[in-house]
Structures are given as structure tokens and as C-alpha cells.
């Protein structure tokens, strides 16, 4: 059967303005919804429907001739101090670099280092060596004995009682084990 035959005479709902006019603009939209979702073409209530979005458009209508350019010269016009240019020092560039120009000062000096040390090794030099040689002198490693006891007492239910019995029986060569910690 057909949605108009069903909603003909007094079974047709009455839709009162009062109603809608204390609901939110929310609620409107909400029940909205539920009518799309609530029906095909046939179960739909399109009176209610159109109530209900003729009750919003009255509210807040939506501008049908809308002109972005124009709006834009508008903005423009009303917060003008927004588009002002700054001006920069003498030369046109401030005296901060750019994050550009900190980049290509990079790659400049990582391109001459890596022209020295290929030339320096075409003359036979090691500069890599050099600069192990002149760290070596700076930083000290060391492979000292451990400065404290790695003994625990006899009494001790432990199955090993020292980091050397312990290596001694998974045959592990004591060179591998760190000095200190």
C-alpha cells in the first residue's frame, strides 16, 4: 500500500508548529535522521519530513547565491591589519637563516669533508686514523680488573659461588664478560 493511501484522512498525523518551534535546532535534525532511516519510499512520513525541514530553513536559511571571491574581498577589507606584510631588514632577509639555508650549509660542509678525506687518501694519509689516534688520547678505555668482589659466601645455597665457576661450567671464555659495570 502506498504512503499517501495510509496517511489520507484521520490517520494522517497532525504535525503542530508549537512542537517544533521548542525543540533545538539538534533535536530537529536528530529526528530528521530517524525518519531517512526508519523507511523506504513507502513507510517514509515525507509530511513530517518536510515539516520539519521547512522549520529549520526558516531558522537558519542556507544561502543559496554564495560568492567566495566576494566574501574573501570582504574579510580582506574588514580585518585588513591580518594581510599586512612585514618588512624585513635592509636586504630583504632577515638576520635569522632560514631553515633551507641551514640544510645547504650542511650538505656544503659534509660534501668538503668527504672531498679531503678522499684526496687525503689518495696521498696515502688516513685521516680516519688520525682521528681515532687524537680521540684515543682524549677518551681512556680500559680493561681493568673489577673493583670490587664477584665472591659470594661458602654458606650461600647458590649453585655458583663466583662469575668464574659460573663461566667455567658453560664454557665461556672470560673475555667476552665486561670488567666493570
Known sequence: MKWWRR??????PVIRKDEMRNQSNGELMHKIERILEAGN???MDADRLEAYLAELQERAPVME???AAAEWEKTKEEHAFLFELEES???GRSGIWSGFQKIRAAEIFIATALCLVITAN???HNPARWFLDWVDGI??????EP???MILPQDDGSEYHSLSEALDAYDINSDTVPRWI
Open 41 to 43: 519510499d513507502e513507510t
Open 122 to 124: 689518495a696521498f696515502g
Open 89 to 91: 631588514g635592509p636586504s
Open 139 to 144: 677518551i681512556r678505555i680500559s680493561n681493568a
Open 7 to 12: 496517511h489520507r484522512g484521520k490517520n494522517r
Open 147 to 149: 673493583s670490587g668482589s
Open 65 to 67: 547565491d554564495y560568492d
